[in-house]
DNA sequence: CTGATGACGGTGC
DNA sequence: GGCACCGCCATCA
């Protein structure tokens, strides 16, 4: 039990209306492959004080076990903090991905932009 | 103790 | 954009 609790002692510090990915979580966990921190939610328990739903895979998507009900958990927990989904089901991970505290002032990232 | 299992990421095509 | 292969280690029965 030092593996995972490193992993959830991370996703603990993910602020309010910011989202990481597994690898983002692995990167800040020397040793970690992004499989551990799916491995490390995957034996989370309910009631956990890990914000698990902030955890999300590479594409910007909800990751889920096995069961369909609980994306639309995650996604109305994310939801519920201000995060909003692409038409795919997406999350702007360079708007609100979560960059290590270090997140204040919009991002330089010129191109690639999704006009409305 | 052994064995099986598991919420992914990157690269190549 | 998709799919296939590979790497990795803690936890549970």
Redesign the pocket.
């Known amino acids: 039990?030092?593996?995972?609790?490193s992993i959830n002692h991370v996703i603990r510090q993910i602020p309010y209306g910011k989202v990481a990915?597994?690898?983002q979580i692995?990167g800040l966990v020397p040793?970690c492959?992004?499989?551990?921190?799916?491995?490390a939610?995957?034996?989370?328990k309910p009631g956990t004080d890990v914000p698990?739903f902030r955890?999300i895979?590479?594409?910007g998507k909800i990751?889920?076990?096995?069961d369909g009900g609980?994306d639309a958990l995650q996604r109305h927990l994310l939801e519920a903090e201000g995060i909003q989904f692409d038409r795919t089901g997406r999350i702007d991970l360079e708007k609100i991905g979560w960059r290590g505290l270090s997140n204040s002032g919009p991002a330089p990232h010129h191109g690639c932009g999704q006009p409305p």
């Open positions: 039990m030092i593996k995972y609790d990915t597994y690898g692995a040793g492959t992004p499989r551990m921190v799916g491995y939610l995957a034996s989370l698990w955890v895979n590479r594409h990751s889920l076990r096995s609980e």
